[in-house]
């Protein structure tokens, strides 16, 4: 079974600083995917950046980089230069890379708050 | 396409009445999923369908919900009955797997969802 934790109900950041969102994750599955979304008050989620288990390097998509540590089985999220705009849940998933259902098991979040 | 669109965004009813959500996934993905997110809580799997085949339920799936891809075009996600437990936002997301058995896309996009409240 696949699990995902995420240990910080919420954070406070002020704008233009970085901040780090801790995901830690459990699996039997030698190759999955990893996945942070954004959920605004408006409720949609908002995909924002995906590792593979064999990516060697890191991902980055603009702001946003996946810290992406194997042995240690976390794939924190760091979002550089925070923005009042960044204000939302934040959830990290995975997925498993085998035929099937591929469906994405969700961590219960991060409540990102960032004051002016 | 604009990407996967649920209908209605809000839905209000009394207790022991049936609700039917609808979701109308980006025309290309043979992929479905619905997902229910309970206050506080990240989404849970319900359900998919891969093109018009219902594939896999959850547990949380009891029967008195029903899923339907009719054609593999557009899904609808009905509650027979329904309890106060059932209020929930309903999400669902749509993806395309490649033919090769990996997914073509690494991201499944989202709809708004669908928040219930059942009173």
């Known amino acids: 079974a696949q699990k995902i934790t995420q240990t910080q109900p919420g954070m406070f950041v002020q704008e233009k600083e970085a901040v780090t969102l801790d995901c830690t994750y459990d699996t039997s599955d030698q190759s999955y995917g990893l996945f942070w979304y954004k959920q605004p008050s408006s409720g949609e989620m908002i995909f924002l950046i995906y590792q593979g288990s064999y990516d060697e390097q890191n991902a980055t998509e603009g702001r946003y980089s996946l810290n992406f540590q194997k042995a240690r089985k976390s794939a924190n999220l760091v979002i550089s230069a925070s923005q009042l705009g960044d204000s939302a849940m934040y959830f990290c998933?995975?997925?498993?890379?085998?035929?099937?259902?591929?469906?994405?098991?969700f961590g219960q979040g991060t409540r990102l708050t960032i004051n002016p | 396409d604009t990407g996967v669109s649920q209908n209605p965004r809000h839905k209000i009813t009394k207790r022991g009445q049936n609700v039917t959500f609808r979701c109308d996934p980006i025309?290309?993905?043979?992929?479905l999923y619905w997902y229910r997110q309970t206050l506080g809580q990240g989404p849970e799997f319900l359900t998919y369908?891969?093109?018009?085949?219902?594939?896999?339920k959850s547990r949380l799936l009891s029967d008195r919900f029903s899923a339907e891809r009719p054609k593999g075009s557009f899904s609808t996600l009905e509650i027979q009955r329904t309890e106060q437990g059932d209020s929930a936002m309903y999400l669902c997301?749509?993806?395309?797997?490649?033919?090769?058995?990996?997914?073509?896309?690494?991201?499944?996009?989202f709809g708004s969802g669908t928040r219930l409240t059942v009173v």
């Open positions: 369908f891969q093109n018009e085949a219902q594939l896999e």
């Open positions: 998933a995975m997925r498993g890379i085998i035929q099937g259902a591929q469906k994405l098991v």
């Open positions: 997301a749509s993806t395309l797997l490649g033919t090769r058995g990996s997914l073509a896309n690494y991201g499944y996009t």
């Open positions: 025309s290309e993905h043979n992929r």
